[in-house]
């Protein structure tokens, strides 16, 4: 009896889940790109402004998103996460942002996977 109520529930999920894994290729497809700066300050203030503007410019020209940030607990280096599929075209559209600040113009840029 509480088979078919359960199937009932969880259909639906697993339909939106299996149905349409075009989500789940762009995701599969995506590369990590690794932004590591010297930072040099706790307070975090410009570096999460930096990744404001980063993740405008990866979404305004469709090239990627922001993926998160580490820095070190005496704030001397940071690093930014961004995914895309064309890592090539992301890293073109956000190089100019980078050279603007004085922390991250000499940003090294690399990808993982």
């Known amino acids: 009896m509480k ?4 199937i ?12 349409n894994p075009t989500w789940a290729d762009r995701l ?3 590369a ?3 932004i590591v700066i010297d930072y040099g ?31 070190t607990l005496d704030g001397r280096k940071a690093s930014i996460y ?3 599929v064309d890592t090539d075209r992301l890293v073109k559209a ?5 050279k603007k600040h004085d922390f991250s113009r000499h940003a ?6």
């Open 3 to 6: 088979r078919p109520l359960l």
């Open 8 to 19: 009932r529930c969880c259909l639906p999920f697993v339909l939106l889940i299996f149905a």
């Open 28 to 30: 599969a497809k995506s």
């Open 32 to 34: 990590q790109v690794v």
């Open 41 to 71: 300050s706790v307070d975090l203030t410009r570096l999460h402004q930096l990744e404001d503007e980063l993740d405008i410019i990866a979404k305004q020209t469709n090239s990627g998103e922001l993926d998160g940030d580490e820095v």
């Open 82 to 84: 961004m995914k895309s």
């Open 94 to 98: 956000i190089r100019p942002a980078l």
């Open 108 to 113: 090294l840029i690399s990808l993982d996977g």
